[in-house]
């Protein structure tokens, strides 16, 4: 037993040093850039805690998404793809068919997968999914980087590009998605987590 | 079931010439192995603690832990990372394969799950709560709140959270007072949810686990690990035992009774001299009959590898040890072993100490057989009709040198109480500091010889202990 306290001192200890040593160095780089991430089109400012390297789960930018609808769904988890425009701006309904599951949201059948955060250089991506069956009805991006106003700027065309009920994730149906030029690597960023929602999806 | 004075009417097999004592010459001694092989395994573990958690230090940027929610985030991940990794190496421990026990040994991989256990619990717990209040912290929410989003949107969580459930039972069962309260058999029962642990374990760390989620080296190899493990489940625990026992083939051949609470069951079977174990060494023993198949418990080998039978020394403390005393011969016996490095191969001077309370003489009757001449023996037993062996003893004793003490009487009488002190053990045996001491009997005298041996000044690696729990 004495050896297990000393294990799991031993854990504790090595387990903050390791994040203090990540936290230690430029985090003055970091403060720096954080003026410039209060942008318009999110609802809640980027904090530095967000900024980088977060795990699979949504960030500020994804709060206003369960509130929504998830209260009709008997166990399996539902969203409307509708809420799912928290920050896609445009095309809400092109298409009618593809329009019609998302009026249908509150039912049961809609179900939203999240993708693991990824992160880049600029920032994270996450993205979610939301499906009747195996068809992807609408996606959204929870978080994008928007440190700075050029890469905000970025992120908002791909964003427009790909997400939203009738953007290009829904119209593919896969991750297969061409590359926004200019922001090659959210692009990049954004089909690697939309490609491990689908796969988790099916 | 025969008592000593009917002793020769149903001895069987080669014993009945013998009397137990191994037939033909004397075994030779056995050489010492090194320890190399159990550092070995230490340092490997130790690396693959480091490259769990490897990859979340490539993958996270320096100075991008700013905020406290993201310090709690990362500490969360790494928890989880340790946990993963933890879990896979306490199954792999327990897969009771044949390398391991040859190197570690039984006993001390029990032991070291123990450890490794407690750790892995306070890991997970701390895993949980870590991502909970960060991830609360950064979406906004109490941590309980979020533990509800978890549950209903996130992937996998909900078996995830069932898993961290069923492992905490296991480790809270597993306390030793707990474990003590609870019936064997059920504490087994409930220790066997640890493979569902592993099970329901599994997906969320790769649909949610920021470093195991992309494909590349990291997430196979970490399914890669997790496949070695049940490989090495199957092979330790299917494919190894079962080609024992279709290779030996163990039937019980004889019951008999050493005292009115002990008894002597011997096994004959196929090919036995082609059966390699060592004396101080345990099987874990099933006896395919009504009522004890479903159970399987350890016991040592009362005597040293012979060629032509086997047999344990089994002192009766519950239901299943009074079951056996009843076997009939030609019961089928189902053994997974043999384990343990508690042997004359793993001391590290010549000369040997061996001291007995009980029926822990067992195992250590069947060392004395391949120790040097010149090993002691200290028996300590409560009546003289408690000495177990005794013929076999004195015959050990002449045929191998071996000097053997009984002291008899109850721990506060004068004789055990002049002998059981640092003074009386060198008096005994003055050279005791240069030699290998092993102890075998209940938990309260191998505590106290302990101590006083560290007095007498033998170093601690050369205390050996088999204390008969797992
Ligand atoms: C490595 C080792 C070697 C042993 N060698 C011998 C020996 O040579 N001679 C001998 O008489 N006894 C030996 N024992 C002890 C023996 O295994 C137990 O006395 C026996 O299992 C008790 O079973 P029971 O149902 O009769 O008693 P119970 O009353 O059910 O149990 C008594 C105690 O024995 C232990 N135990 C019970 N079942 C098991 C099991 N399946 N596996 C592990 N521990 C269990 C528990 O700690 C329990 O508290 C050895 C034990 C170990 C660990």
């Known amino acids: ?202 | 079931m025969t008592h000593p004075g009917t002793y020769s009417d149903r001895r069987t097999g080669a014993h009945s010439r013998s009397g137990g004592r191994p037939t033909g010459d004397l075994l030779p001694v056995v050489p010492r192995r090194g320890c190399g092989g159990r550092r070995l395994l230490v340092g490997l573990f130790l690396l693959g603690l480091v490259a769990s958690v490897l990859p979340w230090w490539t993958d996270t940027q320096a100075g991008s832990l700013a905020g406290g929610t993201a310090k709690l985030t990362a500490a969360g991940q790494i928890s989880g990372l340790l946990a993963g990794y933890l879990l896979l190496v306490q199954v792999l421990m327990m897969s009771r394969l044949p390398v391991l026990e040859r190197v570690a040994g039984g006993e001390r991989i029990a032991r070291w799950h123990r450890d490794v256990g407690a750790t892995l619990l306070v890991a997970v717990l701390a895993h949980m709560s870590l991502i909970l209040v960060g991830y609360a912290g950064l979406e906004g929410r109490s941590p309980l709140g979020q533990a509800g989003v978890m549950l209903r949107d996130y992937q996998d969580m909900a078996s995830a959270f069932a898993a961290a459930g069923l492992l905490v039972l296991v480790g809270l069962t597993s306390v030793r007072a707990v474990r003590r309260a609870l019936p064997y058999e059920l504490w087994h029962a409930t220790h066997l949810a640890a493979y569902a642990v592993l099970l329901l374990g599994f997906a969320h760390q790769f649909s949610n686990g920021t470093q195991l989620f992309r494909p590349g080296p990291v997430r196979t190899g970490w399914i890669a690990f997790y496949a070695l493990v049940v490989a090495a489940l199957l092979y330790g625990r299917v494919i190894a035992p079962l080609a024992f026992n279709l290779r030996h083939r163990l039937r019980v051949a004889d019951v008999v009774a050493e005292n009115p609470d002990t008894v002597s069951i011997y096994l004959t079977g196929a090919r036995l001299d082609r059966l390699t174990m060592l004396g101080g060494q345990f099987f874990r023993w099933r006896f395919l009959t009504r009522g004890c198949w479903w159970q399987s418990h350890p016991f040592s080998v009362s005597a040293a590898a012979n060629g032509r039978w086997l047999r344990m020394t089994v002192k009766v403390v519950g239901s299943h040890t009074r079951d056996l005393r009843d076997l009939d011969p030609g019961v089928r016996v189902w053994a997974v072993g043999p384990s343990g490095t508690f042997t004359a191969a793993h001391r590290t001077r010549e000369r040997a100490l061996l001291i007995a309370g009980g029926s822990g003489i067992t195992p250590l009757r069947a060392m004395l057989e391949e120790l040097p001449p010149g090993t002691a023996l200290i028996y300590r037993v409560r009546t003289p009709s408690d000495v177990l062996l005794h013929r076999e003893l004195d015959w050990l004793a002449q045929a191998r040198g071996v000097q053997v003490w009984y002291v008899v009487g109850s721990r506060d009488d004068p004789g055990p109480r002049q002998v059981m002190s640092a003074d009386g053990l060198r008096r005994l045996v003055p050279d005791v500091a240069r030699r290998d001491v092993y102890l075998c009997g209940p938990p309260g005298l191998i505590e106290q010889s302990r101590q006083l041996l560290r007095r007498a000044g033998v170093p601690r690696r050369q205390i050996h202990l088999a204390t008969f729990e797992l």
């Open chain 1, 1 to 202: 037993m004495r050896r297990a306290l000393f294990a799991i001192t031993g854990l504790a200890a090595s387990t903050t040093a390791l994040v203090v040593l990540k936290a230690g160095p430029d985090t003055s780089r970091v403060a720096q850039e954080l003026p410039a991430s209060a942008t318009p089109g999110t609802e809640e400012s980027t904090t530095a805690a967000e900024s980088t390297a977060e795990p699979a789960e949504a960030t500020a930018t994804a709060v206003p998404r369960p509130s929504v609808s998830r209260s009709p769904a008997p166990g399996q988890s539902t969203a409307s793809p509708a809420a799912g425009g928290a920050e896609s701006s445009g095309g809400a309904t092109k298409k009618p068919s593809v329009a019609q599951p998302s009026t249908a949201a509150p039912r049961s059948t809609v179900r939203r997968v999240f993708g693991p955060v990824v992160s880049n250089e600029f920032g994270n991506v996450q993205v979610a999914i939301s499906l009747t069956g195996s068809r992807i009805v609408a996606a959204e991006a929870l978080e994008l980087p928007e440190r700075t106003a050029q890469s905000e700027q970025r992120s908002s065309r791909v964003d427009d590009r790909y997400s939203g009920t009738a953007g290009l994730v829904v119209q593919r149906q896969s991750a297969d998605l061409d590359t926004v030029s200019g922001a090659t690597a959210t692009s990049e960023s954004y089909r690697e987590s939309l490609q491990a929602a689908i796969d988790q999806a099916r």
